[in-house]
């Protein structure tokens, strides 16, 4: 039972720190994540490359404005004052 116990217990804790790391990094960090996403979509056919053009122009116009804030902080108020 101890071995099983720790086992789980550990799982947890890894995804918690995940989380953690996940939660700490900045919008722009994440949006240059999505940004890689894009790009091999685009290179094993799955996405046309100005829909990766277009979405790279967006999220650099929105990095200036909220790219250093931490996700955890991140609103959905953000998004909406970026668009109007």
């Known amino acids: ?7 789980q217990r550990t ?3 890894q995804a918690s720190c ?3 790391l996940c939660v700490a990094q900045p919008l722009g960090a994440v949006n240059l994540a999505c940004l890689d996403f894009l ?6 056919g799955d996405l046309a490359l ?3 053009e277009r979405s ?3 999220l650099t ?3 200036r404005q909220f790219g250093n804030k931490p996700l955890a902080q991140a609103k959905r108020h953000d ?6």
Not at 1 to 7: H, P, S
Not at 79 to 84: A, M, N, R, Y
């Open 1 to 7: 039972m101890g071995d099983r116990w720790y086992a």
């Open 11 to 13: 799982q947890i804790n």
């Open 18 to 20: 995940y989380h953690c």
């Open 39 to 44: 790009r091999v979509r685009v290179e094993a």
């Open 50 to 52: 100005a829909r990766l």
């Open 56 to 58: 790279q122009k967006y």
């Open 61 to 63: 116009v929105f990095d």
């Open 79 to 84: 998004l909406t004052e970026f668009l109007t």
